[in-house]
């Protein structure tokens, strides 16, 4: 059961300027301001997460699965119309009490390879 360790396919994503002013709008941010910061949730966990859930080794029972933590660390962040690349690992997968905690982190890159952010959340899946 457990996927610690396992590293899934680096995936691009463009920064697309019609979805960030939307985004922008929908937080009440200030559009002068750039790319928010939260909007790593689209391009760096959000693009990766899939693979993760959608693993047949990794068995994640996704009606059982809470969201139970999230931190970002940003080196910079993206522009609009830029494409950046994700990658996603388990950092962790065990269990206690009958309950599975799963790491998983990603890494964001931008094309020339400089770093954009790296994203970590613990998934806990229910008995």
């Known amino acids: 059961m457990g996927v610690e360790g396992k590293t899934y396919p680096a995936v691009d ?28 949730a689209v391009y760096s966990l959000g693009v990766t997460a899939p693979q993760l859930f959608g693993d047949p080794e990794a068995t994640i029972d996704f009606a059982k699965l809470l969201h139970a933590d999230q931190e970002f660390e940003w080196e910079r962040h993206p522009k609009p119309g830029e494409t950046v690349t994700s990658q996603g690992r388990v950092v962790s997968d065990i269990s206690r009490r009958g309950m599975r905690f799963v790491t998983f982190e990603t890494h964001t890159t931008a094309e020339d390879g400089s770093g954009v952010c790296r994203s970590r959340a613990l998934f806990v899946i229910r008995p």
């Not at 994503?13 to 790593?40: K, N, S, W």
């Open 13 to 40: 994503a463009l920064i697309e300027p019609e979805r960030v002013t939307a985004f922008v709008h929908a937080i009440g941010a200030d559009p002068a301001d750039g790319v928010p910061p939260t909007f790593a």
